[in-house]
């Protein structure tokens, strides 16, 4: 059965993002650290027309969660960093060029309608205007069998958790800090339980699988 899953790295002190967000630096200072970890996976490689990497049990599970997704959605700012209208967005057409990594479609958030984008790869990019549960329906309908994932941001993910529309949180806990001023996670979430479900460890990180409870 196909499920509604979000997978994020994340600080010791509870950060997706550092301080400073910037069209230069769109996760913050510091915040590429948080991403180390993938860079060096061959599945993660492949997936961006790199060769080499690192193969073994990290690897092998981003390559399953490549496999099983069959649509996404994320937020405004992970698409562009922008806000406000289209026209005045100089990021526009968002950060991977011509062929994003997603070869699937992307369902994103927005408050200001826009026509789909359509890239190469296999990726278009359309824009919901109607909030979060519309954008889930959406990237449903067009996963069919396959799971929708949650791309982010830190926003999106906070307002699928208090709707109850998560099945699947994934973390990847980074030994570093960040510092005030960035992006957390699960700020502002209040009397809710998690249950862990797998850990796997290596070397230098710890992946962590939650599955939130009603």
């Not at 958030?109 to 889930?136: C, I, K, N, Q, Y």
Request: hydrophobic residues 40%.
């Amino acid at each position: 059965m196909s499920k509604v899953a979000c997978d994020l790295s994340i600080s010791l002190d509870g950060y997706v993002a550092g301080p400073n967000r910037t069209l230069e630096e769109p996760l913050g200072r510091g915040g590429e650290l948080l991403h180390q970890w993938a860079l060096r996976l061959r599945a993660f490689r492949a997936e961006h027309g790199l060769e080499g990497g690192d193969t073994g049990p990290e690897s092998d599970a981003l390559a399953e969660w490549q496999k099983s997704s069959g649509a996404v959605v994320m937020g405004r700012r992970m698409f562009s960093g922008g806000e406000g209208p289209w026209e005045s967005d100089p990021n526009a057409n968002g950060w991977w060029g011509d062929d994003p990594p997603f070869h699937t479609p992307v369902f994103v958030l927005t408050h200001h309608a826009r026509e789909p984008l359509e890239l190469s790869g296999g990726t278009t990019f359309f824009f919901v205007t109607d909030g979060l549960p519309a954008a889930l329906e959406q990237a449903r309908a067009a996963a069919g069998e396959r799971d929708v994932h949650i791309g982010g941001g830190a926003s999106v993910v906070q307002q699928a958790l208090r709707a109850g529309l998560l099945d699947e949180l994934n973390i990847h806990l980074v030994p570093v800090l960040l510092g005030t001023g960035g992006v957390r996670l699960l700020e502002g979430l209040e009397q809710m339980e998690l249950e862990l479900n797998a850990v796997t460890d290596s070397p230098e990180f710890t992946h962590l699988r939650y599955r939130p409870r009603s």
